[in-house]
Structures are given as structure tokens and as C-alpha cells.
């Protein structure tokens, strides 16, 4: 099976990456081992919020050199700050062709309110969920937090009380109880965010939940909920503001995320509509590789027929999906052997304070300045590493996963695309 380009890992890095090439004309493979790490997001995408020194970021692309000094393996230190300030705003152009209805800028950071009623910041998020402005207040100055009765992944009151205490809003928390999903709640196992948006997005349901959240609302002039509504589009919850009559905003909830999986459904559904090809359920188990290219690839489902590919971009993820694994004796890389930076003692890999910054999560695969993988100090002429998979950055402690995610795999598809076009 030959292929321009094959993608190791259907996560945000992966699927970008691919529909970036696709949409150059490249026939892609993305496999995919299973449910990507975007099923467990927010369903906004960070940049860069914090340096590594702890230094607050309100303006990510203004934060880049002082990064590059901190921190000079972080990926955005070896792509370059104008490079890195091109592609933010390519990765959001993608996003949008995705179908995806996407606020916020890279020239500034904004604030998202949490399901616990908290703000953090973040570059681009869905347009359903309630911002504010870095030093900016929600529009409303009353806001009803409405729960599903229940449902135990997202606590009204815990979020209305701190709602009160960050910005100072008239809010009011209560639970919203429906008939439709007395089947649900009888198994505590299926009363998910999922499975709720599913019985909630039946147009015969609207007008019980309409009714019900006039009642509960009030005079209230917003309306906050979980996410359990609009798994497929925004539909449902556009014709719900128009029957209450008043902006209704969603929270994110648990894993598995509603706003999370609309994401990867997007992307998937770009990629499949440019002629790419989507290997869910299947892993990349070992590789050839022959004078410092990779020449076949073997995956779980089709056993001794490899795949091949001109390119290949390892976006593979960290130890969430196994892209990298520890054992006793340290941290590699499983499909290719690669070279890891981690620390050798065990001791060194985390802190016992759970909410200091953890070491492991700067472990990754080593890099040159192109992202081509290392491999014994070496890199592989055709292989890539963008993503989770790559080291020197945390994601959490410095709020740009996502950044690095996107910004990394359209670095690599237009390398890519400008490689194989030279004659």
C-alpha cells in the first residue's frame, strides 16, 4: 500500500498535518490507534499562557523571544518566532475550513470560564462556550448555572458560587430534570455527557428543556449549561437560545468532552472529503528503515503488507496514547527507536507536589530544527515528529499543547509539499 504520506497518530497533530497535505494535493494515510486525546479536551486550543518561569503570557507572539531564552528546545524555539507567527494563523484559516466556528486571536490571549467557574486563558475557543476578555467581565450581570439532574460530571452551584467570586455576577444554580432521560439515569454507566447530547439533540425534546429552563432561569439574562447538547452541530442549541430567548453558553464536562469530539469529528471529515484515507483501530507496530529513511511501516491490521510512503510524521502522542513508553530502565520510543529526552533517574521524573510542574511532560522525542525524528544523534531524512510525541515543552504548566500540535504539523506539511515539488 504506497502512499505520499503516511501519519502515525489520528490526534490533533496528526489530522492537521494530513489535512494540510491533503489539501496540497498529497494522498495521505492517518492511522489511528484508537480515541485521540482531543476526546478529553476543553475544546479550546492554548498557545502559550505561561513561561517556563511561571511569567503570566497575555500575548503569546510578543512572548516568543523571551521563550526562545528560556527555553531554547521548546518547538516553537526551533521553528522561529516568524515562523511561528505565520503558521498561528494559518492553523486557524485550517480550523475554519474544517467547519469549526472558532473565537479568539493569537495577537492576544482571552479567558474561558471552566466547569468549575473559574477563568483560564487560551488562544481559540468554540464560540458556544462563555469568554471574557483578559482584564474584560461576561456581557451578562446575571447568569443562571443549570445541571442536568444526575448528572454528577459538572455541579452547578460549585460553578455559579465561584462564577460570584471571580466577576462578581448575580448567578443562581440549579438542576434541569427531563422526563427523555429517566432511561439514562437509571444506569449511572451511560449517563455521560455523550450519551445525553444524544437524546437532548431529538427535535421532540426541545420544547420539554425549553420549557423547563424558562422556569429555572428566571430573570436571569444568560443561561450556562454542561455540554451535553450539539454532538453532531450547532443546531440544537441554536434553535434552544431562540425558544428561551436568551444566549444560552456551554461548559465543558468530563471526558468524553461533546466540545472535544465535534473537534476530531471536524477534522476527520476534512480529511476524508480532500481523499484521505482514516486506518481507525489500527497501530503502527515496527518499521524498516534502510540508510536513514524509512522504507515500510507494519501495523497491527495488516500484518506483513507494509504501508509505504515517501514521507512519514510520527504524531503518535506521549505516554496517554503510547507514543512513548516508560519501563524500568527509562523512556523510548516504540516504532522507530528513537532518541528521547528524559532524565535517567526515576526520582527526577516527578514531583511529589501533584500540582507542580511535572519533569515527564518535557520528555519527548529529539528534534532537529526541520522536526525531522533523531535517531542515534541522526536525522531520519523522511520521517517527522510534531505533537505530544516531541519533548521539550509542557504542555499544561505552559498552556500550548494545541499550539504546538498545530503550528508543528503545518511546519511539517509545507516542508513536505515544498521537498516533493523540487525537481
Known sequence: MRFDVVVIGGGLAGMACAIGLAEQGKRC???????????????????????PDGT???APLAALSELARQAPQ??????GADRVAQLSDEAAQLLQRCGLSLQGSNERNHLRITPLGTRRATWLSPKTIPVTPLAGELPWESVAVIGIEGFLDFQPQLAADSLIQALGVRTRGDWLHLPALDRLRNNPSEFRAVNIARVLDLPENLMPMEDELRRLAGDAEAIFLPACLGLEEDAPLVALQAAVGKPVRLLPTLPPSVLGMRLHQALRRRLQQLGGIFMPGDSVLRADIDAGRVTGLYTRNHGDIPLQAQQVVLASGSFFSNGLVADFDGVREPVFGLDVESRADRADWSRSDLFAPQPYLQF??????????????EALTNLYAIGAVTGGYDPLQQGCGA????????????????EEGRP
Open 364 to 377: 519527548g522525542v529529539r528534534t532537529d530544527g526541520r522536526l525531522r525524528a533523531l535517531r542515534c544523534g
Open 403 to 418: 499550539g504546538v500540535s498545530l503550528i508543528g504539523a503545518l511546519h511539517v506539511a509545507q516542508q513536505i509539499a515544498a
Open 56 to 58: 503570566p503570557v497575555d
Open 74 to 79: 521548546h518547538p516553537y524555539s526551533l521553528i
Open 29 to 51: 494515510a492517518v492511522v489511528s490507534s484508537g480515541q485521540s486525546a482531543l476526546y478529553f479536551s476543553s475544546g479550546s486550543l492554548d498557545l502559550l499562557a505561561q513561561l
